[in-house]
């Protein structure tokens, strides 16, 4: 067993079991997909940590515990199409092609967007398309989506993208006031989403997906 693969066994049994997450499919991606790959090279060592891991630019890589959580909640089927969005190196978008039928995975740097490709390729993931763009518009040429899941904090869902759910699909987004924050999951039906809270998390809110501004006289 290679160093990262006993890191990976230790991220499953340390941060994703004991978070309630017994899901199978969820559970053999984590372990089948290498997260080190997925970041940038000076960051390898710290892939596995327990907790959000700086990418630059304001960016993270959500914890993995956060992402597992997520996914559980969401509990995508294999039939279902899966719009990503803020994939950065394309670590979620590769963890949840192995539940999905297809990701579409949108990122609109365009340096993380190509480590991901690239990244995506070496790992065989063939069901997944990586989209450049700006995150807060999706990726509606390839939609409607089943499920939607942001890989950042949110004040605001786009109506851009909630657009883009499917009615009867499920979306989830970690919604920020200040410091803290809770990972909500939306069912969108007669176009309308509903909300719930599925449980607490922090990440930094991602451009596009703050605030609308209040209007002024």
């Known amino acids: 067993m290679s160093d990262f693969t006993a890191r990976r066994v230790m991220m499953v049994d340390t941060q994703v079991r004991p978070s309630d997450v017994t899901k199978f499919p969820i559970i053999d991606a984590m372990l089948t997909v290498p997260r080190e790959v997925f970041v940038p090279a000076a960051s390898r060592e710290a892939?596995?940590?327990?907790?959000?891991?700086?990418?630059?630019?304001?960016?993270?890589?959500?914890?993995?515990?956060?992402?597992?959580k997520t996914l559980?909640?969401?509990?995508?089927?294999?039939?279902?199409?899966?719009?990503?969005?803020?994939?950065?190196?394309?670590?979620?978008a590769a963890v949840i092609a192995h539940m999905a039928e297809a990701v579409v995975a949108v990122e609109e740097d365009e340096a993380m967007a190509q480590e991901a490709v690239e990244a995506l390729m070496q790992e065989g993931a063939d069901n997944v398309i990586v989209?450049?763009?700006?995150?807060?518009?999706?990726?509606?040429?390839?939609?409607?989506?089943?499920v939607i899941v942001i890989e950042g904090g949110v004040s605001d869902v786009p109506q851009a993208i909630l657009d883009q759910l499917k009615d009867g699909g499920r979306i989830a987004a970690l919604f920020m006031e200040g410091e803290l924050g809770e990972v909500r999951i939306g069912h969108k039906r007669g176009g309308q989403i509903s909300w719930r809270l599925a449980f607490n998390a922090a990440a930094p809110v991602l451009d596009g997906f703050n605030p609308a501004p209040a209007f002024q006289l």
Not at 77 to 82: R, T
Not at 131 to 146: K, N, Q, R
């Open 47 to 68: 892939a596995y940590m327990g907790e959000n891991l700086m990418l630059g630019q304001g960016r993270v890589l959500l914890e993995p515990r956060t992402l597992a």
């Open 72 to 92: 559980d909640a969401l509990a995508i089927s294999n039939a279902e199409l899966v719009l990503d969005i803020g994939c950065a190196m394309g670590y979620s």
């Open 131 to 146: 989209h450049t763009g700006a995150l807060a518009e999706g990726a509606a040429e390839h939609g409607p989506y089943d």
